[in-house]
């Protein structure tokens, strides 16, 4: 199985804070990694796949990038409804495998 | 637009089946460009992906290693829905389950249930 290590765990940053988020795949994954947002209680939330798509209406703070085994999440200018955690999800190969989320606190 | 809507029990006694349903509107379960998964969440487990359904002129399954002996995943056409059964249940499969599309973007999920918590306890 692939495993996907994601850090840092957790972060605290301020308003309008530039902030990175990393994941590191075991093996190449070329660009099959996507990008979810999570609330309390609720479903995660898609926001990038294919590595660097923003899903549609997602705010263009948000952006991602990478290829083969490293990729990033940046959130340009850190907003108060960005608190939430963050999961990579790697879809090259069954079994799908998602990273250990990164909570952000603001 | 696409939505799911989960249901299934709350609670499962250790050792015996878990089953959750997923009925789908605003598209197929047999559409042959979308693919349909069980997701799980727990405090330990984090997110995990425990399988998929797709049909491609015929079904194919895909299972995650954690489970592969112990899960099917079955669709009903009639009520354009699909189903996880979960065997031999212990504790620690204890979590929130959501089924999710894969339907743009690759394999990726776009849509989501609202989630379903089972408790496996005695």
């Known amino acids: 199985d692939i495993q996907m290590t994601q850090s840092p765990s957790s972060l605290s940053a301020s308003e309008g804070d530039r902030v990175t988020i990393t994941c590191r795949a075991s093996?190449?994954?070329?660009?099959?990694l996507g990008w979810y947002q999570q609330t309390p209680g609720k479903a995660p939330k898609r926001l990038i796949f294919a590595a660097y798509i923003l899903q549609s209406g997602v705010p263009s703070r948000f952006s991602g990038s990478g290829f083969g085994t490293e990729f990033t999440l940046t959130i340009s200018s850190l907003q108060p409804e960005d608190l939430a955690t963050y999961y990579c999800?790697?879809?090259?190969?069954?079994?799908?495998?998602f990273g250990g989320g990164t909570k952000v606190e603001i | 637009q696409v939505q799911l809507r989960q249901s299934g029990p709350g609670l499962v006694k250790p050792s015996q089946t878990l089953s959750v349903t997923c009925e789908i509107s605003?598209?197929?379960?047999?559409?042959?460009?979308?693919?349909w998964n069980w997701i799980r969440q727990s405090p330990s487990r984090g997110l995990e992906w425990l399988g998929r359904t797709s049909y491609r002129s015929e079904w194919y399954n895909e299972y995650a290693t954690s489970v592969k002996s112990r899960i099917d995943i079955n669709t009903d056409t009639s009520h354009n829905q699909f189903s996880l059964q979960l065997y031999s249940v212990s504790p620690e499969d204890t979590a929130v389950y959501y089924c999710?599309?894969?339907?743009?973007?690759?394999?990726?999920?776009?849509?989501w249930g609202q989630g379903i918590l089972v408790a496996v306890s005695s």
């Open positions: 093996q190449d994954i070329r660009n099959d």
């Open positions: 605003g598209d197929s379960v047999s559409s042959d460009t979308a693919g």
């Open positions: 999800l790697q879809y090259n190969t069954f079994p799908l495998t």
């Open positions: 999710a599309r894969d339907g743009s973007g690759g394999l990726s999920f776009d849509y």
